[in-house]
T-cell receptor
C-alpha cells in the first residue's frame, strides 16, 4: 500500500502564491498526478510528473523529488476561481496504471 | 457534449434496494474505472476494467458489482444498498496504451441511502 499525505486546508489572498505539498511512501513509484476539483464537480487533470524537477504550465507548476517522496503544486497569481480542492495521486509501477489518491487539500482564495 | 457521462446525477434510495449507476464515454478509451469519494477520505477505487472481458477489483469492491457492456459503457451496481454506501461516485476513463495516462472523470453521481 501507500501513504499519501497533503494538508487538509490552505487559505491565501487573491494575487498571492500558494504551495501545496504532497508526501508519499510507496513501493515501485512510477509517477505523480495533480488534479483540481471544484466543489461538487469532477476532478480535472492538472499535471503529471515522472522525472525529478519542476514542470510549469502557465500559473500552475508541479515539482517532484522521487528520492524524497515529495511533490508540490505551486499556484501563482491566485484568482478567486482557484478556490477548489487539489488532489495528489500516485501511480505505481506494475500496478495497471491505477492511481491512489490523497485526501485532497482545500484551497480558499480570499479577496 | 461531455466525453464521460453518468446517470443518474442524483439518487436517493432505501436500505436493501438494488441500484445501478451507469457510465458512458465517447473518448474511445479502453480503461474505465469506478471510484467513490467520501469527505476526508479522497477517491477510492471500487472496480476497473481494461476491456469488455477484463474486470478487476479495486480496494473497496465489497458490496458492489460491475458490468462492462461495451467499450463505451461501464455500470456499477449495489445489490442491496446500505447507508454507508452514501457517497459521491465517479466514473473515469484512460488509455495508457496510447500514452493517455491521465484519467478523465465523469460529473459524478450523488447517492444517498436512507
Amino acid at each position: 500500500g501507500q501513504n499519501i499525505d497533503q494538508p487538509t486546508e490552505m487559505t491565501a489572498t487573491e494575487g498571492a502564491i500558494v504551495q501545496i505539498n504532497c508526501t508519499y511512501q510507496t513501493s515501485g513509484f512510477n509517477g505523480l498526478f495533480w488534479y483540481q476539483q471544484h466543489a461538487g464537480e469532477a476532478p480535472t487533470f492538472l499535471s503529471y510528473n515522472v522525472l525529478d524537477g519542476l514542470e510549469e504550465k502557465g500559473r500552475f507548476s508541479s515539482f517532484l523529488s522521487r528520492s524524497k517522496g515529495y511533490s508540490y503544486l505551486l499556484l501563482k497569481e491566485l484568482q478567486m476561481k482557484d478556490s477548489a480542492s487539489y488532489l495528489c495521486a500516485v501511480e505505481r509501477q506494475g500496478d495497471d496504471y491505477k492511481l491512489s489518491f490523497g485526501a485532497g487539500t482545500t484551497v480558499t482564495v480570499r479577496a | 457534449d461531455a466525453d464521460v457521462t453518468q446517470t443518474p446525477r442524483n439518487r436517493i434510495t432505501k436500505t436493501g434496494k438494488r441500484i445501478m449507476l451507469e457510465c458512458s464515454q465517447t473518448k474511445g478509451h479502453d480503461r474505465m474505472y469506478w471510484y467513490r469519494q467520501d469527505p476526508g477520505l479522497g477517491l477510492r477505487l471500487i472496480y476497473y476494467s481494461f476491456d469488455v472481458k477484463d474486470i478487476n477489483k479495486g480496494e473497496i469492491s465489497d458490496g458492489y458489482s460491475v458490468s462492462r457492456q461495451a467499450q463505451a459503457k461501464f455500470s456499477l451496481s449495489l445489490e442491496s444498498a446500505i447507508p454507508n454506501q452514501t457517497a459521491l461516485y465517479f466514473c473515469a476513463t484512460s488509455d495508457p496504451d496510447r500514452g493517455l495516462y491521465e484519467q478523465y472523470f465523469g460529473p459524478g453521481t450523488r447517492l444517498t441511502v436512507t
